[in-house]
C-alpha cells in the first residue's frame, strides 16, 4: 500500500493543523495506521495510531490531549487532527501501516512500514 501524508504548512503557536494521509488501494482498511514525526537532530517519534476499525487509538505523550487521530475506510484516509500547538511540534509528519498482523497501534516507530512522503509542520512562536 502507498501512503501520501498532506496538509502541513506555517502555523502560530496555539492554532490548529490538519493532516490527512491518503492510501491508495481499499485494503488500506486492513491495517493500523501510525503517524509519526522526525524533527531535525532528533529521532524518529510515534505521534498517534489507530486500529483497523478506527475504535482503538494511541497517543505519544507529548500530544496527548492536543491531537486526535481518526480514519474513514470508505475514503481509505486517516486525518490527524493537531490543536494546541506548539513550537516543539515543528517536524516532518508522515503516516505509515503497522508491519505485523497485530490489531492495536503501537507506539514503536519501528513497528511501521510502508512510509509515504511526508508533509512539513512549522509552528512558530
Known amino acids: 500500500v502507498q501512503l501520501q501524508a498532506s496538509g502541513g504548512g506555517l502555523v502560530q503557536a496555539g492554532g490548529s493543523q490538519r493532516l490527512s494521509c491518503a492510501a491508495s488501494?481499499?485494503?488500506?482498511?486492513?491495517?493500523?495506521v501510525g503517524w509519526l514525526r522526525q524533527a531535525p537532530g532528533k529521532e524518529r517519534e510515534f505521534v498517534a495510531g489507530i486500529s483497523r476499525s478506527g475504535a482503538i487509538t494511541e497517543y505519544g505523550d507529548s500530544v496527548k490531549g492536543r491531537f486526535t487521530i481518526s480514519r474513514d475506510n470508505a475514503k481509505n484516509t486517516v486525518i490527524l487532527q493537531m490543536n494546541s500547538l506548539k513550537p516543539e511540534d515543528t517536524a516532518i509528519y508522515s503516516c505509515?501501516?503497522?508491519?505485523?498482523?497485530?490489531?492495536?497501534?503501537?507506539?514503536?516507530?519501528?513497528?511501521?512500514?510502508?512510509w509515504g512522503q511526508g508533509t512539513q509542520v512549522t509552528v512558530s512562536s
Open positions: 488501494e481499499s485494503t488500506f482498511r486492513n491495517y493500523v
Open positions: 505509515a501501516v503497522r508491519r505485523s498482523e497485530s490489531g492495536t497501534p503501537s507506539r514503536v516507530p519501528g513497528e511501521y512500514a510502508a
